[in-house]
């Protein structure tokens, strides 16, 4: 099931009105979807404010608190009329990316949940067959587009086998950054400041960046996904 879906089923196995109260919507071990979406609702009537419902194969399975630290104020719930991107786009976008930025994974985790200014974020986390992360991207859950990556465009690649391989630019260029910097995010801002004055690395990466972030947006006119139109259609 894609994260849609699974809220369509909290809308008509538990409340409709539950969806206008949605903090979080996550699940791991995608291949690409995960089995089970978990589906934390804001809730006066639960015993902290809370309840997360999950949900597999088409059914609620589970109905009670929610297993991370989540309170009454843990967060903005999220403005459904404000998504455009299921968690199949999502994928389509996080995919196209980590191809992108030479990173292979093996299973993938996602988290929905809203900013600090209430714009609907996708956290992609992408594992290796040990589930160790490789990489985080940030997408718009709105607009599509690409907004940080975290782990990535390090010039390494770690194919299936394990074997790690040289990638532009060369690991050499690559280990001249600082550790705390080798795997530090990107993201919008990064692409405003001057690189005038920059490791020459730290400026290839933007540069990736920023044609990875223009190559994303194209996508998302091929998987964008409005969630009214899909609970109205559907």
Known sequence: MTAYQALKVVGSQFNRAALSRVISVSGTDGDPQPTTWRIVIADRNAPAGVRELQVSAGRIVADGAPSGGYGPSSGNTIKTSLLNLDSSGAFSVA????????????????????NDRGIPVWVVTLLDAERRNVGTIYVSASRGNVTRVEGMYTGRNMPPDGAPQQQQPPRDRIEQLPPDEMYAGVDDSDLEASESDENPVKTEIKRLFRRTKRDAERMFGRVRSSFDDFIRRE
């Open 95 to 114: 995919n196209f990316t980590a191809d992108k930025s030479h990173t292979n994974f093996d299973s993938i985790s996602y988290t929905l949940r809203s």
